[in-house]
């Protein structure tokens, strides 16, 4: 497997389809920097002790915030490492040269994976340290060990949710012969996840438990709402990391069950004060399980379908 | 005598309701160049791919090398070189960067597999070109690029899937010509399997003839032409003139069947090859020839019978 993973890290970093990845990247980066400059310039943001961490989450008139722009675009990265993973070493003809050599089937499937992985972590990284250094440029002061800690679970969370989108482009090219298709249906699921079941569970939480004057009902609308959203990664991430870096305004956006599931005296704190990062990240923890717990299933597919599969030439 | 390379018994392989390959028997000893032959379509790389691994056999078993293709894989595919049908390389990647990656796969050190690639691109005549995407190479190149590929990891038995297809005369002698030097000086065993009879039956010790998923025909090239009487060998003599008393002579001779002269066209049957007796025999009765030609029929009757067949199908 070590053979296949060193060569397709390098075949990531030596592909201009990269260089389109770094682009986004930049752009990323001043969006973040630029929504912030804004923010402190104007007093528009919701500024508050955390102010590195606002650079990602503060939206500011026309621009939505950085964490909008990795959670809609950062599955794009992971589809393009990923949707022509196996299915273009067939219509190459290399699979079956390869499958000929002493090669487990499932060492192809980890080593495109794992170097896929690789190259998202790079990128990501890359991304908050360009965000990290310009901040501390233009604000003039270093973030603060909680800061730090939030930002390196913010990280964890980014590249599990760009790994499950690598996965589901990864197995999708075990099942697709085609390069386009398996690129069209990778981008649909995105779509569908991204909209459709968020639309979904909005529809779903009016018709079973609709709004009322009661306030019970209301938390019951929301907590259907919540648990059907919660099947779109996208929202998977977008909870968790609201969780990791907006611990002060993100109380009013947070699911109340997350709420709810902390004992009153708690709840009474957390009115007052941020939650700990600790606590952070205690909270997303099933959120990060629950995006690994999907590349498991997909990639489980992947095998049944790539282990016994017969490889003509 | 060894064991044998590889050995079949009731190998079956079947699509729904279409069987591809149906219960063949074969062996292969050491050091043998075995043709496998047949039209395009007749099952030679469903069965090749079974000997592989690389597909599963609905029944009947096999093992190569000893071992069972399906359960040990890598057992087999360490000692054995495959050339598929179409071979395909990594088009960004040089001839020589193509071969690293097998070399790395095969687990072969890197400066025994330095060396040996340099060796192997000289020999396929392939050194000016070693530094060049494969990209750019031509179908040709590209075929010399996979017989250096299959002897990188110097395998006891090398399995070419119809390697003259798609090459120019020149190309199939150059081809036959290594296949011969791989069989006596570096004493690897060959299978070989061809849609074009009579270009390879003059590098195989033995061939098996493939029609409809069956073995229709197995045995030596000469024990496969001797004929059973009714064929043997046609030989046209075209001479200058019509002369009283050819046809006699012709008639006389030991091994004749039978001889007819029509206009300057003197057609004998004979069991065996009688051309020098036959030449000599007209010459003494004061025949001019002008052209003698001898057809071997039985080898023509199988072409016409299994292959024709296969190219109207």
Redesign the interface.
């Known amino acids: 497997m070590?053979?296949?993973y060193?060569?397709e890290l390098a075949?990531h970093f030596?592909r201009r389809r990269f260089l389109l990845l770094l682009g986004l990247v930049a752009i990323g980066t001043l969006w973040g920097v630029y929504v912030t400059t804004q923010a402190v310039q104007g007093g528009t943001g919701s500024l508050d002790q955390f102010l590195f961490l606002d650079i990602f989450t503060s939206g500011s008139g026309v621009l939505p915030s950085l964490l909008f722009f990795i959670s809609f675009f950062g599955p794009l990265i992971g589809i393009a490492l990923g949707f022509d993973a196996v299915n273009s070493?067939r219509t190459?003809?290399?699979?079956?040269?390869?499958?000929?050599?002493?090669?487990?089937r499932d060492a192809v499937i980890n080593g495109k994976f794992l170097a896929g992985v690789t190259a998202l972590a790079v990128v990501i990284v890359s991304m908050e340290l360009a965000i990290i250094g310009l901040g501390m440029f233009i604000l003039g002061f270093a973030p603060r060990g909680e800061e730090i800690v939030r930002i390196v679970g913010f990280t964890l969370v980014s590249i599990a949710y760009l790994a499950f989108w690598l996965a589901l482009a990864t197995t999708a090219s075990v099942f697709l012969r085609n390069t386009v298709a398996s690129a069209l249906v990778t981008l649909g699921i995105w779509l569908f996840s991204g909209f459709i079941i968020l639309l979904l569970a909005n529809v779903a939480a009016d018709y079973f438990a609709p709004l009322s004057s009661n306030a019970a009902d209301a938390a019951r609308n929301f907590s259907i709402q919540t648990w059907i959203s919660r099947v779109s990664p996208g929202f998977l991430f977008q909870e968790a990391t609201q969780t990791l870096l907006d611990p002060l305004t993100s109380r009013s956006q947070q699911p109340l069950d997350l709420i709810f599931s902390l004992s009153p005296e708690r709840l009474e704190g957390l009115l007052l004060t941020p939650i700990s990062a600790a606590e952070s990240l205690k909270l997303v923890w099933p959120h990060i399980v629950a995006l690994i717990t999907g590349v498991a299933i997909l990639f489980t597919g992947a095998y049944a379908k790539f282990m016994?599969e017969?490889?003509?030439? | 005598m060894s064991a044998p390379l590889i050995e079949a018994h009731g190998l079956s392989k079947r699509y729904g309701a279409f069987t591809a390959v149906d219960h063949i028997d074969m062996r292969l000893d050491e050091g043998e160049v075995f043709g496998f032959l047949g039209p395009n379509g007749s099952g030679k790389s469903t069965t090749i791919l079974m000997l592989l691994g690389l597909t599963e056999p609905s029944e009947g078993d096999v093992t190569v090398l000893g071992h069972n293709p399906t359960r040990d894989p890598m057992a087999v595919k360490r000692q054995v070189g495959y050339l598929p049908e179409t071979v395909g390389f990594y088009p960004d990647l040089t001839g020589k960067q193509n071969l690293e990656y097998t070399a790395a796969l095969n687990r072969i050190p890197r400066a025994d597999a330095d060396r040996r690639i340099k060796e192997l691109l000289e020999m396929v005549e392939l050194g000016h070109a070693i530094d060049q995407p494969v990209g750019q190479y031509s179908r040709g190149m590209r075929q010399r690029l996979g017989f250096a590929d299959v002897l990188l990891k110097q395998p006891k038995l090398v399995i070419l899937d119809d390697p003259t297809l798609g090459l120019d005369p020149t190309g199939i002698q150059w081809l036959l010509g290594l296949i011969e030097e791989m069989s006596k000086n570096q004493a690897i065993t060959i299978l070989l399997s061809s849609h074009a009879l009579q270009e390879v039956q003059r590098v195989c010790d033995r061939v098996a003839i493939m029609s409809h998923g069956k073995i229709v025909l197995q045995g030596t090239v000469t024990s496969l032409t001797a004929g059973d009487g009714t064929t043997g060998y046609h030989i046209a003599v075209e001479v200058r003139s019509a002369k009283p008393g050819l046809v006699e002579a012709a008639r006389e001779l030991p091994g004749v069947t039978s001889a007819d002269l029509s206009g300057n066209l003197l057609t004998v049957h004979a069991e065996r090859d009688v051309r020098p007796q036959l030449i000599s025999s007209l010459i003494a009765n004061g025949g001019e020839l002008l052209e003698v030609r001898a057809r071997n029929r039985s080898l023509e009757d199988i072409y016409l019978r299994y292959f024709q067949e296969g190219a109207l199908a």
């Open positions: 070590n053979a296949i060193w060569k075949d030596g070493e190459h003809g290399t699979l079956s040269r390869i499958l000929a050599q002493p090669v487990y016994r017969e490889i003509r030439s």
